[in-house]
């Protein structure tokens, strides 16, 4: 079918366009003629990389292939075949826990399927029929009542009180109400389109017929499928940080040996042997740790973020959360409860504030200055005619005991705010039996339901009318702007009065201001209804008595505003985009403070009319976007990717799942999310809670200064090696280090005191500082001289040992290397310590870190071995050490650490914290 803009034809135009027929559907052989033509009503997922190929990938990154071609060299060339299958190990199980966190990633066109309605009811040659909802075609009459999924895209052809909720597709807090004799201009958006109902929506109310106007791929929810496929995966800042600091230190690992291999030959040295040194000084400046190590640090960041209830699909996506400078959020059920909840109530005596949130029936009512009882006649009136005019009721989940809401939600907040007061739909039964209802429609903006007044109980529920049993009463509630003028009377001080036009304008006014607020009003209203009075609308509905008005709206988390604040503190900018009104997107985010004086709001029609470029330049003024569609999330998105921002966004509905998967972290919620949007993210919030971000954010900074630390030591401790045969060559000495004993000290050190730095907790303020910039490396400007200072500290006390030996003691070159060996290995295991953090070890405490402790003890205990037992002594050309030796070994293995700690002693010192 030739995409129409069905919105904007009227209803016989539709059906005529779509070669249908309202009375009849369609004939089975055109159905099965279009079902070839269309396809199936199904999601299509794009072509997939198979299992095998997605396991390969794990093992593409230049890091990775490298460390493989080292364990090749250590094993054919070195001959050190236990160094080179750990490395291949190392490899082999990095990539394995890669593939397994990453496997569900390209999950979401799955669970959209998931999410499409099972069965529909059409009709075709003139019966209905329930056949599967992938079998139905444009130009169906399909049938959608109270409860339905929607199957498929689709004009309205007739309605009864139809109200569907969007909000999976358009973010709207509120249901949509439905008309089918509306048209509507061409460009208006989704969300604003009420003769149209759209796959995967829900109807919560009411009834309808509709026409259906696009399936599967061709659909809304179709359209944000086929956006979802087309946004390719994105590398995260930590690995492209990573990739190049290996091609970094392969680039100057393979320099500096080649100059240490020259210095060697022409010292007279053999060749064959300064080959082997040159190729293990290669093999121990590769980080062959780096992947355990960043893998085994950002799963133990998973395991401590599961505990608080952060779900975390990709591993690598914990770091990137932590680089966060942008936070793109949803409002409905992300900041806010979505639950619609009543703040305040109008009465003709005072103005009522209401305390509590969401569903629960727990709360308190209270003027400026005083509590207001809960059996005060002018607040029961109003809560017992949102009641009696409402049909939703207040349930508790058996299970986990959550308090919910079966049916409209704006009538659950007048349930939930009645219950507060004590008074419930199971009192009803008691005073009233159920006559008739007038449901709400968009024309008449309002409902009513008339009982008999059975007499039993406190007299007729705080209505100050008079009423016998048997008396018929019809309770009313509407827009204000349609009960007002319909009221002739009004209820003060326990008295039915008249109202004058004065009055009535002030309650207008009222009216008027707290719309203004963002807050949705309802009036309620009663009238006793004569037996002469026939029950229709028109005549039940007029001369009623005014009781107030209740003001409500989705409130924001309570959590939600300190967690804005504390990611604003930490130098994030918080964005709220959703797709509910302009008016209520502001003053939620103004309470929130995620939106100030002075700052920019945009409306997805105002998108429309800004090109990219512009947008690009102006979105970092930009604090909340309203009434947005995907595709509009998806430009603000990639305009802060365009300034070099590292974007999270979160959400839980349909309309989130591109934006989601196209940002740096996709965030969904483990409640209210959709599968969709679980599918799409990287991280999924167990409790829906926004501050978990908050925590996340702190987790994903402190992994990567975990991994900064460890790169630091790797790097210092390497450089300390390469420095020593460094300066011996210049100097004219022996080789202070054989290649088996370089090897050794790289995989002793770069193991377990490396795995233990990647355990460290958080530093004090690291929620106080901004995100690092994206375009900072690993390795910093302070850092890289940290590096070279720390390893000449290490690499000169190596071979201070060595020539000490040599010409103070004089017993020969093979002690003087045992010497030099066991220095390097103590002060590379004790400068481990001095890199647990930026305040000195007296401050954080010598032992608050045990890993680093027990890792310190293994290692030392592992030299010991090889020293002394016999059977390693050949393999490491090793031989037993004097206590003499000893001294000389602790002595000069503790000058890096006391050195670099005395001064950040000093510097406590002069700058106390």
């Known amino acids: 079918m030739v995409e129409e803009r069905w919105h904007a034809l009227p209803v016989d135009r539709a059906i005529e366009i779509a070669g249908s027929d309202a009375g009849q559907g369609l004939s089975f052989a055109e159905a099965r003629r279009r079902l070839e033509q269309y396809g199936y009503n199904e999601l299509v997922t794009a072509k997939r990389r198979s299992v095998l190929q997605e396991f390969i990938g794990q093992f593409t990154d230049f890091i990775i292939l490298v460390l493989i071609g080292a364990a090749l060299v250590s094993g054919p060339l070195l001959g050190e075949w236990t160094d080179a299958i750990a490395i291949l190990v190392i490899v082999l199980l990095n990539g394995i826990l890669g593939f397994v966190q990453e496997y569900r990633a390209e999950q979401a066109l799955e669970a959209l399927k998931r999410l499409t309605a099972p069965t529909a ?28 999924m929607v199957p498929a895209d689709a004009r309205l052809i007739s309605t009864r009180n139809l109200l569907v909720d969007q909000a999976v597709l358009t973010g709207e807090s509120e249901p949509a109400s439905k008309n089918a004799e509306a048209v509507v201009p061409p460009d208006t958006p989704v969300a604003d389109r009420p003769n149209m109902v759209y796959s995967s929506t829900i109807a919560v109310r009411g009834r ?30 930590l690995q492209m940080q990573l990739e190049r600091v290996g091609r970094f230190l392969v680039y100057a690992a393979l320099g500096i040996v080649a100059v240490i291999f020259a210095l060697g030959v022409a010292r007279g040295e053999p060749i064959v042997q300064m080959f082997l040194v040159a190729v293990s000084l290669a093999v121990a400046a590769i980080p062959e740790g780096l992947p355990a190590v960043v893998t085994i640090a950002l799963a133990l960041g998973v395991r401590r973020m599961a505990a608080r209830n952060a779900l975390i699909r990709r591993l690598r996506s914990v770091e990137t959360l932590g680089a966060a400078t942008v936070i793109c959020s949803d409002k409905t059920g992300t900041l806010t409860e979505n639950q619609m909840t009543v703040r305040r109530i109008i ?117 100050a009318a008079e009423v016998q049993p048997g008396t018929r009463i019809a309770f009313v509630k509407g827009a204000a702007e349609t009960i007002l003028p319909l009221c002739t009377h009004v209820q003060r001080e326990g008295r039915v009065v008249p109202l004058g036009p004065a009055e009535r304008r002030e309650y207008t006014d009222i009216n008027n201001y707290l719309g203004q607020q963002a807050l949705r009003v309802l009036a309620m209203a009663y009238r006793t209804v004569p037996a002469e009075v026939p029950l229709v609308p028109d005549a039940v509905e007029r001369d009623l008595v005014f009781v107030g008005m209740a003001a409500m709206i989705d409130p924001p988390r309570a959590e939600a505003r300190g967690a804005v604040r504390t990611a604003q503190e930490a130098g994030i900018t918080v964005v709220m985009i959703t797709g509910d009104q302009h008016n209520t997107a502001l003053a939620i985010a103004r309470e929130l403070g995620i939106f100030e004086d002075g700052q920019v709001s945009l409306t997805g029609a105002q998108m429309e009319e800004i090109s990219d470029e512009r947008l690009a330049e102006i979105v970092d003024r930009v604090r909340v976007y309203a009434r947005v569609s995907p595709e509009h999330k998806l430009r603000i998105v990639r305009a802060w990717r365009a300034r070099d921002q590292v974007v999270a966004v979160t959400g839980d509905g349909v309309n989130d799942a591109p934006a989601l998967k196209e940002a740096d972290i996709g965030v969904a919620m483990g409640i209210t999310g959709t599968d969709v949007s679980k599918e799409a993210s990287d991280m999924v919030l167990a409790d829906d809670n926004f501050s978990t971000i908050v925590a996340a954010v702190e987790e994903g900074r402190t992994i990567f200064d975990n991994i900064r630390r460890f790169i630091q030591f790797m790097l210092s401790c390497n450089a300390g090696e390469v420095l020593t045969l460094f300066v011996a060559g210049l100097l004219g000495l022996p080789l202070p280090l054989l290649p088996i004993q370089i090897l050794w000290i790289n995989l002793a050190t770069d193991s377990l005191p490396a795995l233990a730095l990647g355990v460290e907790k958080a530093e004090p303020g690291t929620m106080q500082r901004p995100p690092r910039s994206p375009r900072e490396g690993i390795i910093s400007r302070p ?129 106390p914290a």
């Open 783 to 911: 850092m890289g001289v940290a590096i070279g200072y720390q390893g000449a500290l290490i690499g000169l006390a190596a071979l201070a040992a060595f020539a000490i030996e040599i010409y103070g003691l004089g017993r020969g070159v093979e002690r003087a290397r045992v010497l030099a060996f066991s220095t390097s290995i103590l002060a590379q295991s004790l400068h481990a310590f001095s890199l647990r953090s930026r305040y000195s070890l007296f401050t954080i405490g010598f032992f608050t870190n045990r890993w680093m402790v027990y890792a310190f003890l293994a290692v030392a205990v592992a030299n010991l071995v090889i020293i002394y037992v016999p059977f390693f002594q050949p393999v490491f050309a090793t031989l037993p050490l004097s206590l003499a030796d000893w001294a000389i070994v602790i002595g000069l293995g503790l000058i890096p650490l006391l050195t670099i700690q005395g001064a950040r002693v000093l510097g406590e010192i002069r700058q």
């Open 347 to 463: 009465t003709p005596e005072r103005s009522v504030q209401v305390s509590g949130e969401g569903y629960v029936p727990r709360g308190t009512f209270s003027t400026d200055s005083t509590h207001v009882p809960h059996e005060a006649t002018d607040l029961q009136a109003v809560l017992r005619v949102g009641v009696l005019s409402s049909t939703a009721e207040l349930a508790r989940e058996p299970g986990d005991g959550r308090w919910t809401i079966r049916g409209d939600p704006t009538e659950g907040a007048l349930v939930v705010a009645a219950a507060k007061a004590g008074y419930s739909r199971e009192q009803a039964p008691e005073e009233y039996t159920f006559v008739e209802e007038f449901p709400f429609d968009s024309e008449r903006k309002r409902m009513s339901i008339i009982y008999t007044y059975r007499g039993n109980g406190r007299g007729p529920g705080a209505l």
């Open 121 to 148: 009811e059409v009709l075709r040659e003139g019966a209905l029929h329930q056949i599967p909802a992938r079998e139905l075609v444009p130009g169906d009459i399909i049938i959608i009542e109270t409860g339905d």
């Open 208 to 237: 309808g017929r509709a026409l259906v106007t696009a399936t599967g791929l061709q659909s809304e929810f179709g359209r944000i499928a086929r956006l979802v496929q087309e946004i390719g995966p994105e590398e995260t800042p």
